[in-house]
């Protein structure tokens, strides 16, 4: 079950990271993504942009600490379920819509797919996070 911990918390790791830092290098394309959400007003995208960006790095960095590992898994099963919402409510509302992701790999739109991955993306979280509980306090998914 370690190894599971453990290989979960550095692929989470890793697409959080690379998820913040990517946006962080397209900023102007990201905050015209947030502006695109049916759920943000454009006169927010510019202050929710950092935000956004701050808190996938600070949860990728989490991820990668054991003593930190639970709050960050339960950040990140919060954060991927409010994306899931959002991308589902884009769907509904303006199918078509960017979504933000991915600005070096493919701008992703808000899809099934894109849904499902996130949904996939926070279910794994929130496992890491229901292991972590059972865990002492500072023993949080210790993989050594």
């Given at each position: ?7 979960s918390?550095?692929?989470l ?9 990517d ?12 502006g695109?959400?049916?759920?943000v ?51 509904v509302?303006?199918p ?27 279910v ?21």
């Amino acid at each position: 079950m370690r190894f599971f911990s453990f290989a979960s918390s550095a692929f989470l790791a890793l697409i959080f990271l690379y998820a913040g830092i990517d946006k962080a290098v397209h900023y102007d394309g990201f905050i015209n993504a947030i502006g695109s959400y049916v759920l943000v007003p454009d006169w927010i995208a510019p202050g929710l942009a950092p935000m956004v960006i701050g808190l996938e790095i600070a949860i990728g960095l989490g991820l990668l600490f054991p003593t930190h590992r639970f709050q960050a898994a339960l950040a990140g099963a919060l954060t991927l379920g409010v994306f899931a919402v959002a991308l589902t409510v884009n769907l509904v509302v303006a199918p078509g819509s960017v979504c933000g992701c991915w600005f070096s790999i493919t701008l992703a739109q808000s899809d099934e797919a894109h849904i499902a991955l996130n949904l996939i993306l926070a279910v794994l979280a929130s496992t890491l996070w229901w292991e972590g509980r059972a865990q002492p306090q500072g023993q949080q998914l210790v993989t050594s």
